[in-house]
C-alpha cells in the first residue's frame, strides 16, 4: 500500500519536477550537459524521486548510470564514480577509451572493495584518473545519457572535486543528477552547487514539506479531514514521517501519536549506528528528554562534562540528527519528533528511568515550571520504585498548587505502590498526608480528614513529627468542618499521651488546640492560649510565639477584656509582619484569626492587609480549608468601611469556597454576610436580603452556636428593613445573650432598639441602656457608635427628636473616625430625618449632602434612597419654614416604607394591589397599616386620607411612590 503511495509521491505530487527532468531526457542527446540538484529533507522522497526518473529514463531506452554513497565509505575516494565503473556498460566503453585511459581505470577498478584508492595512486595520477573518468563519461553519453549520484552528501573529498570539475566542464549529452541532503552536505559540495547555480550548469530541485492538499493525495483522504491534517501537522508535511504514521494509525488506532512504524525505525537506526559512544548517550539522553533540550540538562541526564557534550551535539548536528532551534541558541530539537521517539524506544527502560530521575532532580534545583516536572513525574510512576518517594514528593509539593485533580491521581498511585513493610510506614504516611492536603484542595475536605483518621491509626507513636503533622491537619480539617468540640478532644487526648522530650511536636500541638478552642467557654479558652504562650515564649520558635499571642488576643477579646486584647494584637502585628511566607504558609489560620481580632477591635486596615496575605498563602500553599474563614473576615472588613461592592464578591467567594468543602456552617454565614451586603445596597425592594437571610439560618446546623449570632443578626436587620419589627425583635431575644459574642453584642442591640422604636415599644430604652454598658465594657470606639446609635433610637421612639438627632449625630463622628462609612452614613440620615421633625430645618441640607454622599460612595443605596426621601420632604412640604413642627412631625414618625404605603392607601389603593406595587405581601401591608393609624391616631383609611390632604395636599399624592428609606 505504502508503496503505491510512494509511487504517487513523484508521478502526481511533485508532478511539476518531475516534469521538468522528463523534458530534460526528452532532449539529452541535444543537450550541452546538465547537473541537476535533487535536495531535501530526511525522508522528503529524493531516493524515490530519482528512482521514478530512472525508470522513465529506462522506459524511453535511455543508459543510465548510477552510483551510490554510504557514510561507511566516505573516506574511499572516488567512490561513487568506482560503482559507476563497476556497471554493466562499463567493459565495453573501457576498450574504447585511449589505452592510458582506460589502462588507470582497470587499475582502479583492479583494488580491493573498501580501500582508498589515494593509498596506490601518486598524486599525479590522481590526476590522470579524474581526466580519465571524465572520458569515461564523455564516451558513455556519446547518445545521450543519465547519471546518478545518490546521497552525494556522503561523498568522498575526491569525488566533490570531480563534481566541481563537471559543474565547470560539463559533459555533453550527459544529465548529471546529484541527490543529497542539503543540511549535512559539507560546505565544499554546497558551494560547488551553488556556484555551478551562477554558471548556469547546475539546476536546482528542492523537495520541500507537502501541503494538506499533496497529503491528502498521497493517503487518499479528503483536504478536510481531521485526521489528515492531525497527520499533516505531526509529520510536518515530510511524506516518509506521514506515511508511516498513517500506517501506524491504521494498525494501531488507539495511540497512534507516539508510534514509530517498524521500518521508519530501521532506517533511522542505521544512522545512529554510525555514531561514536559520546554521540550515542548524548541522543539517547536528549530522546529521553523529549523533543526539545539544552546542553545543561542532556549533560546532567548523560553525566558527562558540559564541553563534551557540546562537541557530540554539533557532530550529531552536522549528520542532521537533531537541529538548534531557530529562535535560541540554546536550546535543540530532534529533526523530527519520529527520530527521537525511535531512539528512545530502543534505550534500555532502567537507564531511562536514572535519566528521568536525574532532569527531575536537576529541574527541581532549577524551581522549573511545574509543566515541565509533570512530564518526569508521569515517566517516574510508569515504572515507579520505592526509592523515588522523596524526589516525587519534592515535585508534588510544587505540582499541587496548579493542578491538584493529576496531584491526587498521583498520590493515590504513590500510596499503592509503597509497600507497607515497616520500612516504608513513614514514607507511607507523609504520601497520605500529602493526598489529604491535595483533597482539600480538590473540594473533599471530609475524605482528607478521614484519611488522617486512618494515618493516625496506623501510627501507634511513631514518628512523632509525622504523626504531629496527622493531628494538626486533622483537628484543622475539623473544625473547618464545624467539628470543633471533636478536634479540642482529638488534640487534647494527644497531647495527654504524648511521652516528654518532644517538645517542637507538644508546641505544635498546644497551638493546635488552642486555635480548636470552644469559645463559648472563653475561660478555659483563654487558659488554654495563655499556656500556650508561656510555651512558646520557653521553647518554640519566632512563628509559634506569634500564633499564640494571636490566640491569647482573641480568647482576651472574647471574654471582654479589650485592652489586654489590644496590647497583645500590638506585640504579636510587628512579629508576624516580619515572618517571611514559607514560615507563615503551614500556619495561615493564625493571619486569619488575627485578622477577625483586628477587625472586631475596629482596626480594618490591619484586618484586611492579614485576610489578603492569608488568602494569598492559602490559595498558592494548597490550605484552600481556610479560604472560607479568611473570605469571610473580607466580607465583614469591606462592609464596615464601605466597599460593599467587594464585600459581596468576597462574600459569594466565601460561599462557594465553603460549598466546595462541605462546610455547611461556613455556607451560613457567607450567606448571612451576603444578606447583610444585601440590605445595605438593595433600595426598596428588600427580598434579596431576607430570603439570603432565612437560607443562612436554614442551613446553621444546630449544634453550630457559635455561628448563630452572626446569621441570626443578619435576619433581624434583612427582616426590619422590611418593614417587619415585631419580628425582628422576636428573632433577636429568642436567640439570648449566648449565642452573640460580646464583640457583636453592641450592634444586636442597635438593631434591637431600631425595631423596637418602630414599633413604639418602651424596651427601646432597655436595649439602650444595655448597649451602653456592653460599649462601656468593651471600650471598643465601633460599640459607642452603635450605643450611640441605640439611645437616638430610643429618643425617637418618645418624640424627643432634637435629643435624638444630637445622639445621631455624636453616633455618625464616631463612625467617621474609625472609618465605617456605611454606619456613618446610616446616622448622618437619621440625624437629618430627626433635624426635620425637630423643626431646625437649616441643619438639614448640610446633614443630607454628607448623608448622601457617604451613601453614594460606599454603594449604601438602601441609605441613598432614604436620604432622597428626606430631600424630597425637605422641598415639597407644604407651606415650607412656615409649616408648624407639629404637623412636620406627623410625617416624621413615619419610617420611609410607611410613609409610602400612608400614601398609596390614602389615594385609594387597595391593599392586594400596594402590596403588588411594593413586591410586599398583603399581610406586611397590613401590619404597616396598623402602625401607621396608631402613630397618626386615625381609625380608618378615610380618616389617613383626610390627614394627607390636609398636610400635603395634592403634591403628596401626586408623587405617592417616593424612595424607600431604612428606619435605623
Known amino acids: 500500500m505504502n508503496e503505491a503511495r510512494l509511487q504517487s509521491l513523484s508521478n502526481s ?73 563497476r556497471s554493466r556498460r562499463a567493459p565495453g566503453v573501457l576498450d574504447k577509451l585511449p589505452a592510458a585511459c582506460a589502462e588507470i581505470l582497470r587499475t582502479l577498478l ?45 561523498a568522498d573529498t575526491k569525488s566533490v572535486e570531480f563534481l566541481d570539475h563537471l559543474a565547470r566542464f560539463p559533459i555533453p549529452r550527459l544529465l548529471l543528477v546529484v541527490a543529497h541532503r542539503q543540511r549535512q552536505a559539507s560546505a565544499r559540495l554546497r558551494s560547488t552547487l551553488s556556484h555551478g547555480v551562477e554558471l548556469g550548469t ?244 471530609a475524605r482528607s480528614r478521614d484519611i488522617c483518621r486512618e494515618v493516625l491509626s496506623d501510627m501507634p507513636g511513631e514518628p512523632r513529627e509525622v504523626r504531629a503533622a496527622a493531628v494538626v491537619l486533622c483537628v484543622q480539617l475539623e473544625c473547618a468542618l464545624g467539628g470543633q468540640a471533636e478536634a479540642g478532644q482529638m ?126 498563602l492559602a490559595r498558592s500553599h494548597g490550605h484552600h480549608h481556610h479560604l472560607p474563614s479568611l473570605m469571610l473576615g473580607l466580607s465583614t472588613t469591606y462592609s464596615q468601611v464601605g466597599r460593599l461592592d467587594e464585600a459581596m464578591r468576597a ?89 452573640v459574642p460580646l464583640a457583636q453584642r453592641a450592634r444586636c442591640l442597635e438593631v434591637l432598639a431600631a425595631a423596637a422604636a418602630m414599633v413604639g415599644a418602651a424596651a427601646a430604652d432597655a436595649w439602650a441602656a444595655e448597649s451602653v454598658a456592653t460599649a462601656a465594657r468593651t471600650g471598643v470606639r465601633s460599640h459607642r457608635g452603635f450605643a450611640l446609635g441605640a439611645q437616638a433610637h430610643a429618643l425617637r421612639a418618645k418624640g424627643h427628636h432634637r435629643r435624638a438627632k444630637e445622639f445621631y449625630r455624636e453616633a455618625a463622628r464616631v463612625f467617621a473616625q474609625v472609618g465605617m462609612d456605611v454606619s456613618q452614613a446610616r446616622m448622618t440620615a437619621l440625624a437629618a430625618q430627626c433635624a426635620m421633625a425637630s423643626g431646625a430645618r437649616g441643619e438639614v441640607p448640610a446633614l443630607l449632602a454628607l448623608a448622601e454622599d457617604l451613601a453614594r460612595r460606599s454603594g449604601a443605596w438602601r441609605t441613598y434612597e432614604h436620604v432622597r426621601a428626606l430631600r424630597w420632604e425637605l422641598d415639597h412640604s407644604a407651606g415650607g419654614e412656615e409649616e408648624s413642627a407639629e404637623e412636620e412631625s406627623g410625617w416624621c414618625l413615619l419610617t420611609a416604607r410607611e410613609a409610602e404605603i400612608a400614601r398609596l392607601a390614602g389615594s385609594g389603593e387597595r391593599t392586594k394591589d400596594i402590596a403588588l406595587r411594593l413586591s410586599l405581601s398583603p399581610r406586611t401591608v397590613e401590619a404597616h397599616l396598623t402602625h401607621i393609624y396608631r402613630k397618626l391616631q386615625v381609625k380608618s383609611r378615610a380618616q389617613l386620607a383626610s390627614w394627607i390632604s390636609e398636610r400635603s395636599g395634592s403634591r403628596a399624592t401626586a408623587d405617592g411612590t417616593s424612595g424607600s428609606t431604612a428606619s435605623g
Open 13 to 85: 505530487v511533485y508532478r511539476a519536477e518531475m516534469g521538468t527532468l522528463t523534458e530534460m531526457l526528452d532532449a539529452v542527446d541535444r543537450q550541452r550537459g546538465r547537473v541537476i540538484e535533487v535536495a531535501g529533507d530526511p525522508g522528503a522522497g529524493k531516493t524515490r524521486f530519482v528512482a521514478a526518473l530512472v525508470r522513465e529514463a529506462e522506459r524511453r531506452k535511455i543508459d543510465v548510470l548510477v552510483g551510490r554513497c554510504s557514510e561507511s565509505e566516505k573516506g574511499i575516494s572516488f567512490n561513487p564514480f568506482v560503482e559507476i565503473l
Open 651 to 739: 462574600a459569594v467567594e466565601a460561599d462557594l469556597a465553603a460549598r466546595d468543602m462541605g462546610a455547611v456552617h461556613m455556607r451560613s454565614l457567607a450567606l448571612a454576610c451576603q444578606s447583610t451586603c444585601a440590605t445595605a445596597m438593595d433600595g426598596r425592594n428588600q427580598k434579596r436580603s431576607v430570603d439570603l437571610a432565612e437560607r443562612s439560618l436554614a442551613l446553621l446546623p444546630a449544634d453550630f452556636a457559635f455561628g448563630r449570632g452572626p446569621a441570626m443578626v443578619a435576619v433581624a436587620e434583612a427582616v426590619l428593613e422590611a418593614g417587619e419589627p415585631h419580628r425582628c425583635m422576636a428573632l433577636m431575644q429568642n436567640m439570648g445573650d449566648a449565642a
Open 202 to 445: 547546475v539546476e536546482r530541485v528542492r523537495l520541500g514539506p507537502l501541503s494538506v492538499g499533496q497529503s491528502a493525495e498521497i493517503l487518499g483522504m479528503a483536504p478536510d479531514d481531521r485526521e489528515l491534517r492531525r497527520l499533516h501537522r505531526q509529520s510536518g508535511g515530510v511524506p516518509a514521517y506521514l506515511l508511516a504514521l498513517a500506517q501506524v494509525g491504521n494498525r494501531d488506532r488507539p495511540n497512534p501519536m507516539g508510534a514509530v512504524h517498524d521500518d521508519q525505525a530501521d532506517r533511522l537506526l542505521g544512522e545512529v549506528e554510525a555514531l561514536d559512544t559520546a554521540q550515542h548517550v548524548v541522543l539517547k539522553a536528549a530522546a529521553v528528554i523529549g523533543d526539545r533540550f539544552d546542553l545543561d540538562t542532556v549533560a546532567a541526564a548523560a553525566q558527562m562534562e558540559g564541553a563534551q557534550v557540546a562537541v557530540a551535539v554539533s557532530g550529531l548536528m552536522a549528520r542532521d540528527l537533531v537541529r538548534q532551534e531557530a529562535d535560541s541558541q540554546l536550546r535543540y530539537t530532534f529533526r523530527h519528533s519520529t527520530v527521537r521517539r525511535a531512539v528512545r524506544r530502543h534505550t534500555d527502560p532502567d537507564w531511562r528511568g536514572s535519566v528521568n530521575r536525574r532532569i527531575l532532580e536537576v529541574l527541581l534545583d532549577r524551581n522549573a515550571h511545574v509543566d515541565d516536572l509533570c512530564v518526569y513525574v508521569e515517566r517516574l510512576l510508569g515504572r515507579p520504585r520505592p526509592d523515588d518517594l522523596g524526589l516525587l514528593s519534592r515535585a508534588l509539593e510544587r505540582v499541587i498548587v496548579v493542578s491538584p485533580v493529576k496531584a491526587v491521581r498521583w498520590l493515590e498511585l504513590m500510596v499503592k505502590v509503597t509497600p507497607s513493610s515497616e520500612r516504608y510506614r513513614a514514607e507511607r504516611a507523609v504520601i497520605r498526608l500529602q493526598l489529604a492536603r491535595v483533597l482539600v484542595v480538590t473540594g473533599q475536605a
Open 491 to 616: 488534640v487534647q487526648q494527644e497531647l495527654d499521651q504524648m511521652p516528654p522530650g518532644a517538645s517542637a511536636q507538644r508546641m505544635q500541638l498546644m497551638l493546635a488546640r488552642a486555635y480548636a478552642g470552644d469559645q463559648r467557654d472563653t475561660a478555659t479558652s483563654r487558659i488554654l492560649a495563655e499556656r500556650c504562650l508561656r510555651l512558646a515564649i520557653s521553647q518554640g520558635s519566632r512563628t509559634d510565639w506569634a500564633g499564640a499571642l494571636i490566640a491569647v488576643a482573641r480568647d482576651r477579646l472574647f471574654d471582654g477584656d479589650v485592652r489586654s486584647a489590644t496590647e497583645a494584637v500590638d506585640a504579636c502585628v510587628p512579629m508576624v509582619d516580619r515572618l517571611p511566607h514559607a514560615e507563615l504558609a503551614p500556619r495561615v489560620e493564625f493571619l486569619a484569626t488575627l485578622g477577625w481580632v483586628e477587625l472586631y477591635l475596629d482596626r480594618f486596615a490591619d484586618a484586611e492587609r492579614h485576610f489578603l496575605r492569608g488568602r494569598t
Open 110 to 154: 583492479s583494488q580491493p572493495s573498501g580501500v582508498d584508492v589515494r593509498k596506490g595512486f601518486s598524486e599525479s595520477e590522481l590526476a590522470r584518473l579524474k581526466h580519465s573518468l571524465h572520458v569515461f563519461l564523455a564516451h558513455c553519453a556519446s547518445s545521450g545519457i543519465l547519471a546518478v549520484l545518490d546521497d552525494f552528501q556522503h
